[in-house]
């Protein structure tokens, strides 16, 4: 762990709140301009927009699956805590099939997912993936 000043771990976490809190402020103001509706001008914006927060946000969730998968541990909490891997042989695409029920999850937003994650990384091993600072 990185030696910093007094307060400096709190500015840390702090400023990681402040982000995740801009995140929601955001979905909350473009779900609202969305229901206005100011014409197809304003609808092609908000797409936009959504659509580099969206990416933004799975980024932070591919990012936090990683430090998830470092766990050491064989299973995690849940079928998404940690990345899907790419390759998969015959014998696992039959078992994939099962599993899809569990591994989409589709009941979960990716940024209801992203905040699960941060909570279990902070919590658990009191690391945040925005400073990349382990705290002790």
Same mark, same amino acid.
């Given at each position: 762990?990185r030696?910093?000043?007094?307060?400096?771990e709190?500015s @840390?976490?702090?400023?990681? +709140?402040e !982000? %995740? /809190?801009?995140y929601r402020?955001?979905?909350?103001m473009k779900t609202? #301009?969305?229901?206005?509706?100011?014409?197809?001008?304003?609808?092609l914006?908000w797409?936009v @927009?959504?659509?580099?927060? +969206?990416? !933004? %946000? /799975?980024?932070?969730?591919?990012?936090?699956?990683?430090?998830?998968? #470092?766990?050491?541990?064989?299973?995690?909490?849940?079928?998404?805590?940690?990345?899907?891997?790419?390759e998969?042989?015959? +014998?696992?695409e039959? /078992?994939?099939e099962?599993?899809?029920d569990?591994y989409?999850s589709?009941d979960l937003?990716?940024?209801e997912?992203l905040?699960?994650?941060?909570?279990?990384?902070r919590?658990e091993?009191?690391?945040?993936?925005?400073?990349?600072?382990?705290?002790?």
């Amino acid at each position: 762990m990185r030696k910093s000043g007094i307060g400096h771990e709190a500015s @840390l976490k702090r400023k990681a +709140e402040e !982000k %995740l /809190e801009s995140y929601r402020k955001k979905i909350h103001m473009k779900t609202k #301009l969305k229901k206005t509706g100011f014409g197809f001008i304003s609808s092609l914006l908000w797409y936009v @927009l959504w659509y580099l927060d +969206e990416m !933004k %946000l /799975e980024g932070d969730l591919r990012r936090s699956q990683r430090a998830c998968q #470092l766990d050491n541990i064989q299973v995690p909490r849940e079928a998404w805590y940690w990345l899907r891997l790419e390759e998969e042989t015959e +014998e696992d695409e039959e /078992e994939k099939e099962q599993d899809e029920d569990e591994y989409k999850s589709e009941d979960l937003s990716v940024l209801e997912k992203l905040q699960i994650l941060t909570s279990y990384l902070r919590e658990e091993h009191l690391y945040c993936i925005w400073c990349g600072t382990a705290y002790e």
